[in-house]
């Protein structure tokens, strides 16, 4: 593996230091380097010399930060014509401008607190700034992987939460494969509730010990309100990953009629304008 080790704020032949195959230890004493650099920078006050324009809005930062962790940026900055390049333009980054700010606060080393709200939308940046353990110990990309596999996934309603971020977050959030993940959690964690639940049901009634009680209503499972907020391809995924894992196609018919009603009301709000 070749990297670079960058010293102050520019990329030039004579200000980068090649090394190969770097130990582990080498890697974390690198990393500490880097970080107490960055806090440096941060609390001198010193001027930037670098503006990243990220859609309408503008970051006047530092390089050596941004490098040190962003393996995108350091190939802009080190494939770029202009030795004092000061200026880079990104348009397609994933969750834009916001995103790129809390990815920048991770290259400060800025705390910021890590959320099923943000996880999709910072680990779609951390993958498309390519902040991996190839640059940093413990990057972005390390530290999102491991929020989604401890606690995104663990509860049915962080996975749909990370599901719906990830909506606005295509083709990235395929390309990491949060969605599927995200998808298949829920299959598992849905199917999982339903057999610990002690109720087995059956068309026309619902079997409780060896009585069968008439059903006055169909039983809508707790979790069947979150999956009303996805998308229709999402939540058709979800549902044939639930019968793939054995989930019985007419105890989803609760799910369904309520997903119509909730998709048919939010549809006659739009037509009519309410």
């Keep these: 593996m070749l990297a670079y080790l960058f010293h102050g704020g520019t990329l030039s032949k004579e200000s ?64 770029s014509n202009d030795a004092d390049i000061s200026v880079i333009e990104i348009s397609d980054i994933p969750g834009g401008s916001e995103a790129f700010e809390l990815a920048a606060k991770f290259c400060y080393g800025i705390n910021f607190e890590i959320s099923t709200e943000n996880i999709a939308v910072l680990r779609c940046v951390a993958e498309f700034l390519e902040m991996t353990e190839d640059y940093a110990v413990g990057n972005l990309v390390t530290r999102t992987e491991a929020y989604i596999n401890e606690v995104a996934l663990k509860s049915l309603s962080s996975c749909v939460t990370v599901l719906l971020a990830s909506e606005s977050l295509l083709p990235m959030a395929e390309q990491v494969k949060l969605v599927s993940r995200c998808i298949d959690a829920i299959a598992y964690l849905a199917c999982k509730d339903s057999q610990s639940s002690g109720i087995n049901r059956m068309e026309g009634g619902i079997e409780e010990g060896n009585s069968l009680v008439p059903q006055q209503k169909p039983i809508v499972d707790w979790w069947a309100e979150d999956l009303t907020m996805l998308r229709i391809d999402m939540f058709q995924r979800v549902l044939i990953a639930m019968t793939a894992r054995g989930f019985k196609q007419y105890a989803l018919g609760p799910t369904l009629m309520l997903y119509a009603q909730k998709s048919l009301r939010g549809l006659t709000e739009q037509v009519l304008g309410v």
Excluded at 27 to 45: F, G, N, P, V, Y
């Design 16 to 79: 980068c230091t090649w090394y190969f195959d770097m130990s582990s230890k080498k890697k974390e004493l690198l990393s500490s380097a880097m970080k107490r650099t960055s806090d440096w920078i941060s609390s001198q006050e010193i001027p930037s010399d670098i503006t990243l324009q990220i859609g309408d809005a503008s970051f006047s930062l530092h390089k050596f930060p941004l490098v040190s962790k962003s393996g995108y940026i350091r190939r802009l900055v080190s494939e």
